[in-house]
């Protein structure tokens, strides 16, 4: 069995009208809710053995709070670009080729396609994910090269409470 955390960048905001969308920052609130959300994973005693990030500046600096609240160095945290720019497929694809001695890892990603991620992952309906939003999802395999569409069960979804 293999556990997948999705995980959607915590609230961010646009300090200058003329930033990108990539350089976006979390504001205070997403912060607090990266803090509270890794918190709670860390009072369950949850470590992933990997770390996988949209290197976007939200979600980059997401996963580093998540890191640092669970004692990751922030140097493990795996950058892919694919995770901004791509879709369902290539989220697939990450998940596939992840090594099988990490049995749990966490993934950082943006609306809407982590909520279609859920979605394709466990083929039921999902609703659009909360910013900073966690999803553990149990897939049914051995091997993550084994992931595809409806093979992850939804263990529980989590969104800070202060949205």
């Known amino acids: 069995m293999k556990t997948l955390y999705l995980v959607r960048h915590a609230k961010a905001g646009w300090k200058d009208p003329a930033q990108s969308d990539f350089d976006r920052s979390l504001t205070k609130q997403g912060r607090r809710q990266a803090e509270e959300m890794s918190e709670r994973l860390r009072k369950k005693g ?4 990997r770390l996988i990030s949209s290197p976007a500046h939200r979600a980059l600096e997401t996963a580093e ?3 640092d609240t669970l004692g990751i160095e922030r ?5 892919k670009i694919e995770i901004y720019e791509g879709g369902i497929d290539a989220l697939a694809v ?3 080729s992840l090594a099988d001695e990490d049995n749990t890892v966490m993934l950082f ?9 859920v979605q394709w992952l466990t083929a039921k309906p999902a609703e659009a994910m909360n910013t900073c939003g966690i999803a553990k999802i149990e897939l049914d395999c051995d091997h993550w090269r084994d992931t595809a569409e409806g093979s992850g069960k939804l263990v529980w979804y989590k969104f800070p409470e202060r949205e």
């Open 94 to 96: 990450i998940v596939r």
């Open 65 to 67: 709070i998540f890191a």
């Open 109 to 117: 990603g943006h609306n809407p396609m982590i909520s279609h991620f």
């Open 46 to 49: 949850i470590t992933p053995e």
């Open 75 to 79: 140097r493990e945290i795996v950058q």
